[in-house]
């Protein structure tokens, strides 16, 4: 059973930057982060392979950037120029042996 503690959300304005972190309880190989916004679906905000090999959409795009430090098995979310409309709910994923596993959400809100 994976583990997943998310840390880091909160209140940023417009503009402003936020990092988000993400422990896991072992090492795993693909690791992403996703949000929901009231009302909406999750969506992806981005992946990270152990490799480093990194996918954003086009939302989230030149603005947020992922990383990861593997000797302490933590995942990074560096938001940058944040905007209204990112705010939402903030879930690391991580996918193993098939399974997708999630952590408890950590909250963001961005103010105009």
């Known amino acids: 059973q994976v583990q997943l503690v998310e840390s880091g959300g909160g209140l940023a304005q417009a503009g402003g930057s936020l990092r988000l972190s993400c422990v896991a309880s072992e090492k795993i190989n693909v690791m992403g982060w996703y949000r929901q916004a009231p009302g909406k679906q999750r969506e992806l905000v981005g992946i990270?392979?152990?490799?480093?090999?990194?996918n954003y959409p086009d939302s989230v795009k030149g603005r947020f950037t992922i990383s990861r430090d593997n000797a302490k098995n933590t995942v990074y979310l560096q938001m940058n120029s944040l905007k209204p409309e990112d705010t939402a709910v903030y879930y690391c994923?991580?996918?193993?042996?098939?399974?997708?596993?999630w952590g408890q959400g950590t909250p963001v809100t961005v103010s105009s």
């Open positions: 990270i392979a152990l490799g480093g090999y990194t």
């Open positions: 994923n991580a996918m193993s042996s098939g399974r997708a596993y």
